[in-house]
């Protein structure tokens, strides 16, 4: 980066008090392109995801969660309990420092500690609020518990993810929590850019619920136009065929979509033309999709036919094979290769495993190493983003819970060696 | 001004009003310059002229395919401006320069190497204009040897591995029907238009490529899994009705009701410290099937993973006690006692939603051009001194022409006539 230039967000301090999913892959955005985040922890009332799994060594712990690190690099630590006497009063003189406060408690549970909008930005115009739970500030749901893996169906994606013989078995992940906090940031940065210009903070509203409708693709307007309910189509789609995961003989699957007729007419020729192909139902997107079944059939067919497995040794050729060499086999990445060498849209179904070595994603540096004190080098998902000229950079790994109280309890918040030891030993750091 | 248009409606109070932004994406980036426009940017959406690839994307009001009609459109590019302009001719791709010369963002997603070959790549618009911020949304990023890969939505969640997470052990991975690779690609790619464009202020007005790639939006969203492979060599795979939990598959979450479905964490609440209360629901309706016994009732509050059998029977006593009654009656009642149940919602249901209504969040949108209005989603941020807005319906094609190509560039209307006989609009 040009010596000369400044990050981002360079300059701005936020005190995070968000927790799970959402609030901190918001904030995460603001630390790894230069903002100062503290996140504001408890050790009494520890954040969920410190006691989720994955563990170093399968042992939880407070500092040992994989999934807690992740969305907090480039982060420090504070901890501080919101119920000790002093507790509330240390947190707004913190907020006092702070451009920006994120969070994600059940709506009032700020208010409670005086930590609301209107307390934390008596007498200066310039504070910025995001509150960001489920289901907003306002609205018969808003104080009603949950987490992703409920939301996401309550805002659809149950409903559209699954066989249409099948239950709604949704995403297999708590698939909201890393959706929406994408909204949220831009929201955030839109009314930061909007302070930049004018110096005016404001509070932001943010329901998870509320932004993820947005994510439903045509789903609200096919139903309050044409009163047309989308339902789950295992892997089809209602404008695009062959359009389906198809089953490889080592047991992966490959994808192939054919959202256009150049695209079909690429697959064609990449399966060699066979005859099923040119026959007058298949010719025309509109028709094939009458034809999903039949087309699966043929694709999967082929793929049995075509593709084979490296660690699996091969057969001799049954005694009634036809003379001549032996078709041409594919593993599953070959078969991949040969139909994006012909333009067709596919790609393998990759593992978490399969990411780790996909030489793409090495070659974008999306996965950060970063050394954290506890749970030692680990890799760390980037911005999805590079800015050619200030990138994002993961400075950190995840902070400990508390790792940076000396820093935030004297530098910022103003005390002196002895008020700090003191308050400790008192738990105010609990 | 000729061609007075009613749509996009003026929106001066969004935080990002005096911003203008060209839209020349596809599918990966249409939604991020929507969400550009409805914070107050003047959006405008460069077509060819026989009008926008997309424009041909079902489903169709009433079923009827035509380029005024595609509810993609209509849902992508709302409140946006249309001009057309023949990106083929050099004419054409001279008018798209001189708007970027007026501009602040280009959201753009040609395939990498294509938009140099004509001259509207990074470094041929940042000489036209040094601040201008290019955001480039491609399936796989602008370098890398899958480059050159073609991908649809897709390929993008194959390859991204959320596909992997979902479905289960014997029909394998399943996607979602909305379209969620496009969507993280647009959002996330509005996250690094926002960035950059907030660095520009703090870097003397000086403008970036902004390069994102659908795999790694994707890649994104595979909540704990990346980590579980990193940390415990584990691949979290398709856990059906029950959920990845570090790689293992938790219990069910998904249960029958009379009238649909509902999910509920930890069977119900049935599992854990808290509970009690869910326990004394079943009991007070003589469901619990034993579970109201000390024993069981110590065990599970341990929270401790249950042994196969035991799963089978509080899973099966939960199954049974919703199997008989309605799933919002459910939900409220599970939330009353403090377990975080919710149901499973169409897209009816959701415009239904007594939530949403609460919350006075949908907008009826005015199609003036057919005589009718429709509702459409509301804000997604409620910003209380910038706020959201929705800005109408979608263009048609070239709608802004007369507008756009008078008002910023100042071309005549013998101006205009000569490039429309040129065939350049």
């Not at chain 1, 959202?259 to 690429?266: A, I, P, S």
């Amino acid at each position: 980066m040009d010596p000369e230039l400044k990050k981002p967000f360079a300059g701005l301090r936020v005190a995070d008090f968000a927790w799970v999913g959402v609030g901190p892959t918001v904030s995460k955005y603001l630390a790894d392109h230069g903002a100062e985040v503290i996140r504001i922890e408890s050790a009494t009332y520890p954040e969920a995801l410190r006691r989720a799994p994955p563990f170093i060594n399968d042992t939880p712990g407070i500092d040992n969660s994989g999934y807690f690190a992740n969305f907090n690099s480039s982060k420090l630590g504070m901890s501080v309990d919101f119920k000790h006497a002093r507790g509330p009063e240390l947190v707004r003189r913190l907020v006092e420092k702070c451009d920006i406060v994120t969070e994600s408690y059940t709506p009032g549970t700020m208010a409670r500690f005086g930590f609301d909008y209107e307390t934390l930005s008596a007498g200066r115009e310039d504070l910025l609020m995001v509150s960001m739970p489920l289901y907003g500030q306002t609205g018969p749901w808003a104080n009603y518990m949950g987490f992703g893996h409920v939301l996401q169906a309550a805002a659809g994606f149950n409903h559209l993810t699954g066989w249409p013989d099948g239950p709604p078995i949704g995403t297999g992940i708590a698939y909201t929590d890393f959706l929406v906090p994408h909204f949220a940031a831009i929201g955030m940065l839109a009314a930061l850019d909007y302070r930049r210009r004018t110096g005016k903070g404001q509070y932001i509203d943010f329901g998870q619920y509320d932004a993820a409708v947005h994510a439903l693709g045509t789903a609200v307007l096919d139903w309050t136009v044409n009163g047309h309910e989308q339902t789950r189509m295992g892997n089809h789609d209602f404008d695009a065929c062959p359009h389906n995961a198809y089953r490889c003989k080592d047991g992966r699957y490959v994808v192939v979509s054919c959202q256009t007729e150049q695209h079909w007419e690429r697959l064609k020729a990449a399966l060699g033309r066979p005859e099923w192909c040119d026959m007058d139902r298949m010719r025309r997107k509109a028709a094939r999709l009458n034809e999903e079944k039949e087309v699966d059939r043929h694709i999967q067919f082929w793929f049995e036919d075509y593709t084979y497995d490296p660690r699996v040794p091969t057969p001799p050729p049954p005694s009634d094979a036809p003379e001549g060499p032996p078709p041409r086999l594919f593993t599953t990445e070959e078969v991949v290769r040969l139909f994006q060498e012909f333009g067709v849209p596919s790609g393998i179904v990759q593992s978490p495993e399969a990411m780790h070595a996909d030489p793409q994603l090495a070659h974008r540096g999306h996965y950060w190493t970063l050394n954290h004190p506890t749970m030692g080098a680990r890799t760390y998902d980037g911005p999805a983003f590079r800015l050619s000229l200030t990138p994002g950079e993961l400075t950190k790994a995840a902070p400990c819970l508390g790792e940076d109280n000396e820093y935030v309890y004297k530098e910022l918040i103003g005390l002196s060696d002895d008020e700090f030891v003191e308050l400790m030993a008192d738990g105010a750091m609990d | 001004m000729p061609n007075e248009s009613p749509t996009p409606l003026p929106h001066p109070t969004g935080p990002l009003a005096g911003y203008r932004v060209l839209d020349l994406a596809d599918e990966k980036g249409q939604l991020c310059a929507r969400l550009l426009a409805e914070l107050g940017a003047d959006v405008i959406k460069v077509e060819p002229r026989d009008g926008d690839a997309t424009r041909s994307n079902g489903p169709f009001f009433r079923g009827e395919q035509g380029p005024e009609s595609s509810l993609w459109w209509w849902t992508m590019n709302a409140g946006k401006r249309s001009v057309t302009a023949e990106l083929r001719l050099e004419a054409g791709r001279d008018l798209v320069r001189q708007l970027v010369a007026n501009a602040d963002i280009v959201v753009e997603t040609f395939a990498p190497g294509t938009s140099a070959l004509v001259g509207l790549d990074y470094a041929a618009l940042a000489k036209v204009n040094p601040g201008i911020v290019v955001v480039s949304i491609t399936s796989f990023g602008q370098t890398g040897p899958y480059k050159d890969w073609v991908a649809t939505d897709l390929v993008g969640s194959a390859m991204g591995g959320h596909m992997y997470l979902n479905g289960d052990a014997e029909r394998g991975p399943v996607r979602t029907l909305a379209p969620q690779a496009y969507t993280q690609a647009n959002i996330q790619g509005c996250v690094g238009a926002l960035t950059a464009l907030y660095a520009r202020g703090v870097n003397d007005g000086r403008g970036q490529h902004v390069d994102v790639s659908m795999q790694e939006a994707v890649a994104n969203a595979m909540d704990n899994a990346q980590q579980t492979w990193d940390i415990r060599r584990v691949n979290a795979s398709g856990p059906g009705t029950g959920r990845n939990v570090g790689g293992m598959v938790g219990p069910r979450y998904l249960y029958e009701t009379r009238d649909g479905w509902v999910t509920a964490l930890a069977i119900g609440g049935l599992v854990g410290p808290k509970c009690g209360p869910v326990i004394d629901w079943l009991a007070e309706s003589d469901e619990a099937n034993g579970l109201d016994g000390e024993e069981w009732r110590a065990r599970l509050a341990t929270g401790l993973p249950l042994s196969p059998e035991q799963r089978t029977h509080v899973e099966g006593t939960l199954s049974a006690f919703c199997r008989t009654r309605a799933k919002e009656a459910l939900v409220a009642e599970a939330q009353a006692r403090g377990s975080g149940w919710a149901p499973v919602f169409s897209p009816r249901e959701i415009v239904d939603s007594k939530q949403l209504a609460g919350r006075e969040y949908w907008v009826r949108v005015k199609h003036e051009d057919i005589g009718e209005s429709f509702i459409y989603p509301g804000a997604p941020f409620i910003l209380s001194e910038t706020p959201w807005a929705q800005r109408g319906r979608a263009p048609h094609v070239g709608e802004h022409n007369a507008q756009v190509y008078g008002d910023i560039l100042g071309l005549s209307e013998a101006e205009l006539r000569r490039l429309k006989m040129k065939m350049v609009v």
